[in-house]
C-alpha cells in the first residue's frame, strides 16, 4: 500500500520508519517530512494549511493517510479525507476535541466517571483571579484550546497563577485558545503516558511511556515539548495498565461512542499517578513527541497494516501486537536557548552516529538542509537518540553515548532519561 504520513518532526520521522520497514508498505511519501524523513520517504512541501493538505492527499491519492500533529486533527482533515473515501489513520473533528479544548475533555471525563484533577472553567480575569486568591497554590493554570505545548503554568504561587492568567486572558499570549482557562488542582506523583490505537469501541493499549518534561536533570528547569522519554518505565507494570484500560480508556472510548463519535486513531492519557491512583491530566488525540520515538521502534510486525486497520475500523481482527523486549530510552539534543529562544541555523555533524543500528537510531525533529545541503538546527529539539538495552540503566548509558556525538554549537541534551524520579519534596 501507498502511505501518506502528515507532519515534520521526530514523531512522525518514527511514524515513516516503523511504516516504511512494513511488509505491506511499498511507498511512504511525507508532508512536508524533514532532511531525516528525507532519507526513507518522498518528501512534499505543503504550508501545512488543512485547504493544502486535502489538496495533496487528493492529488496523491494515497491507501492510508497517518496524521501525525494535533492541528490538522483539530482542523478537521481527517473528516474531509474520509469525505473523499480515503482511510486515515486520525479522529475527526469531533474526537479530536478531546486535545482541542481541555474544557472539553474534562466535562467528558466527568460525564464518563474517570479520575481527573478538580478543574473549574474561566473566560473573565476578574474571576479567575478571585477564584485563585480564595483557594490559594500551588495550583495549574490551562490555556483552553491548542497551545503548541506552551500552554500549561504549573503555579507554586498566587501571584504566578494571576501572572499565567493575566497573559491569557488579557493579553491573549495564546490568541484564541486562551481566551478561556482551565484552573486545576495541583496532582503530585510520577507521570505516565498510555496511548492506545482505539478504533470504534475496540481498544489496544500500547507500551506505556514516560516523557520528561522539564529542561534539567532531577527533573529541574522550565516544562518543554519533551526532553526524552523511556518506553517501557520500570514502575509501569501489567496491572497497572489494565487498571488504566479498565478505569480511564474504556470508559472514555464508550463515552464516545455513547456520543455518536467514531474514534479512529491514538488515544493518548496523560496521566499522574497520584498516592490515589491514576488521575487524568491531559488527553492527546494523536502520537506523543517523543513518546512516539521511543513506543514505535519496540512494535514489531507490519505497523502499517495495524494503523490501516484502526483506519478501517477493523481494530478488533488485526493480529495481537509483539514488543521488542528491550527497553528504549530517547534523549532529545536540544538547541542553545530552548524553550525560551532556541538558536537555530548552526550546523550539525551526526557524523560518527550509526543512523540505525541495533543499539541506536537517530530521529531528526529540527533539522533543515541549507543551499549548500548541509544540515543545520532549525527548532528547539533538534534530534532524538534512542539507544536500545536490556534495563533502563543500558538503554540509557546506549542513548546517552550517541547524543553526545551529536555535534553543533550550543547542543545539549538530559542525562538521566528513565531515571528513578526524585521525590518531589527534594526538588
Ligand atoms: P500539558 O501541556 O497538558 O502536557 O501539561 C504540561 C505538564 O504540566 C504536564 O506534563 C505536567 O507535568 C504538568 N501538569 C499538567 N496538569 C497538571 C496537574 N493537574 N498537576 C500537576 N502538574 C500538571
Ligand atoms: N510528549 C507530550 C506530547 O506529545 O504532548
Given amino acids: ?28 511519501v511525507c508532508a512536508p517530512g524533514n532532511p531525516g524523513v528525507a532519507q526513507l520517504a518522498r518528501c512534499i512541501a505543503t504550508d501545512g494549511s488543512v485547504d493544502d493538505l486535502e489538496r495533496l492527499a487528493r492529488r496523491e491519492a494515497p491507501d492510508l493517510v497517518v496524521i501525525g500533529p494535533e492541528v490538522p486533527l483539530v482542523g478537521g482533515l481527517a473528516d474531509r479525507l474520509r469525505a473523499a473515501d480515503i482511510d486515515v489513520f ?12 481541555k474544557w472539553h475533555a474534562k ?32 495550583i495549574v493554570v490551562k490555556a483552553d484550546g491548542l ?95 489494565e487498571l488504566v484500560e479498565r478505569e480511564v480508556l474504556r470508559p472514555v472510548v464508550d463515552e464516545l461512542v455513547r456520543r455518536g463519535v467514531d474514534y479512529r486513531g491514538v488515544l493518548y492519557a496523560g496521566l499522574m499517578l497520584t498516592a490515589d491512583g491514576p488521575s487524568v491530566i491531559e488527553f492527546n488525540v494523536r502520537f506523543g513527541d517523543p513518546e512516539a520515538q521511543v513506543v514505535l521502534p519496540r512494535l514489531r510486525g507490519d505497523v502499517a497494516l495495524l ?10 481482527d488485526a493480529p495481537a501486537f509483539e514488543w521488542d523486549d528491550r527497553v528504549a530510552v530517547g534523549v532529545v539534543v536540544a538547541a542553545e536557548g530552548y524553550p525560551l529562544a532556541p538558536r537555530t541555523g548552526d550546523a ?13 537510531i537517530v530521529f531528526h525533529s529540527g533539522t533543515t538542509l541549507d543551499a549548500d545541503g ?17 534495563d533502563v540503566d543500558s538503554a540509557r548509558a546506549a542513548a546517552t553515548a550517541a547524543a553526545s556525538r551529536v555535534h553543533f554549537d550550543g547542543a545539549w541534551h538530559r542525562s538521566d532519561i528513565g531515571a528513578a524520579l526524585m521525590s518531589p519534596a527534594l526538588r
Fill in 348 to 360: 550539525i555533524s551526526l557524523g560518527d552516529v550509526p543512523r540505525d543500528t541495533r543499539d541506536a
Fill in 374 to 390: 548541509a544540515l543545520r538546527t532549525a527548532g528547539g529539539r533538534v534530534v532524538t537518540v534512542v539507544g536500545f538495552g536490556d
Fill in 90 to 101: 486520525g479522529p475527526g473533528a469531533d474526537g479530536a476535541q478531546l486535545e482541542g479544548s
Fill in 307 to 316: 494503523l490501516q486497520a484502526a483506519a478501517r475500523g477493523e481494530l478488533a
Fill in 1 to 28: 500500500m501507498k502511505v501518506l504520513v502528515i507532519g515534520s518532526g521526530g514523531r512522525e520521522h518514527a511514524l515513516v520508519a516503523a511504516i516504511s520497514a512494513s511488509p505491506s508498505c511499498s511507498e511512504v
Fill in 147 to 241: 497551545a503548541a505545548g506552551k500552554g500549561v503554568v504549573v503555579a507554586l504561587d498566587v501571584e504566578t497563577a494571576v501572572e499565567a492568567l493575566r497573559e491569557a486572558l488579557l493579553d491573549a499570549r495564546f490568541g484564541a485558545a486562551g481566551a478561556s482557562v482551565v484552573l486545576e488542582e495541583c496532582l503530585e506523583g510520577p507521570e505516565l503516558s498510555v496511548l492506545a490505537l482505539v478504533s470504534g469501541s475496540d481498544i489496544r493499549v500500547l507500551a506505556p511511556a514516560r516523557d520528561h518534561k522539564r529542561a534539567h536533570d532531577g527533573d529541574m528547569g522550565p516544562n518543554t515539548g519533551g526532553m526524552g522519554a523511556v518506553c517501557p518505565p520500570a514502575d509501569a507494570d501489567d496491572d497497572l495498565l
Fill in 107 to 138: 466535562e467528558l471525563l466527568l460525564e464518563a466517571g474517570v479520575a481527573t484533577a478538580k478543574a473549574q472553567h474561566f473566560t473573565d480575569f476578574e474571576d479567575a483571579r478571585a477564584f485563585v486568591e480564595a483557594v490559594g497554590a500551588p
